[in-house]
C-alpha cells in the first residue's frame, strides 16, 4: 500500500512558477514509476509527466515539454513537478500516482493522492 500526499498548489499569474511535491508511503518507493496527472472543470483526466523508478527514464506531455520537469528524490521518498512558464490553461487540479509500470495511461496506476488545486490568472 502507497499513500501520497501532494503539495504546492496555489494561485499565480501567467508566466511565473510553482513547484508541486508528492510525498509517499512507504519503503518501496523506489519500485514504483511516479507520474503526474491533471484534470480541469468538465474534463477528462490528462497525462502531464511520469518518471521510472530510478529516474533513469521520464516523459512529458506535448503541452507542458520545455516548460515542466518532473523529477524524484528516493531519499525521500518524494516526486516534484516543476512547472515554469505557466499558461492560464494549465489550470487544474494535479495529482501524483503511483505504477509498478512506467506508463502514461492513468487507468494502470494503482495509487492517487489526492490532488492540489493550481490556478494561473491571465
Known amino acids: 500500500q502507497v499513500q501520497l500526499v501532494e503539495s504546492g498548489g496555489g494561485l499565480v499569474q501567467a508566466g511565473g512558477s510553482l513547484r508541486l511535491s508528492c510525498a509517499a508511503s512507504g519503503r518501496t518507493f523506489r519500485s514504483y514509476a511516479m507520474g503526474w496527472f491533471r484534470q480541469a472543470p468538465g474534463k477528462t483526466r490528462e497525462f502531464v509527466a511520469a518518471?521510472?523508478?530510478?529516474?533513469?527514464?521520464?516523459n512529458h506531455a506535448n503541452s507542458v515539454k520545455g516548460r515542466f520537469t518532473i523529477s524524484r528524490d528516493n531519499t525521500k521518498n518524494t516526486v516534484y513537478l516543476q512547472m515554469n512558464s505557466l499558461k492560464p490553461e494549465d489550470t487544474a487540479v494535479y495529482y501524483c500516482?503511483?505504477?509498478?509500470?512506467?506508463?502514461?495511461?492513468?487507468?494502470?496506476?494503482?495509487?492517487w493522492g489526492q490532488g492540489t488545486q493550481v490556478t494561473v490568472s491571465s
Open positions: 500516482a503511483a505504477n509498478r509500470i512506467f506508463t502514461v495511461l492513468p487507468g494502470t496506476y494503482d495509487y
Open positions: 518518471i521510472s523508478g530510478s529516474s533513469s527514464s521520464t
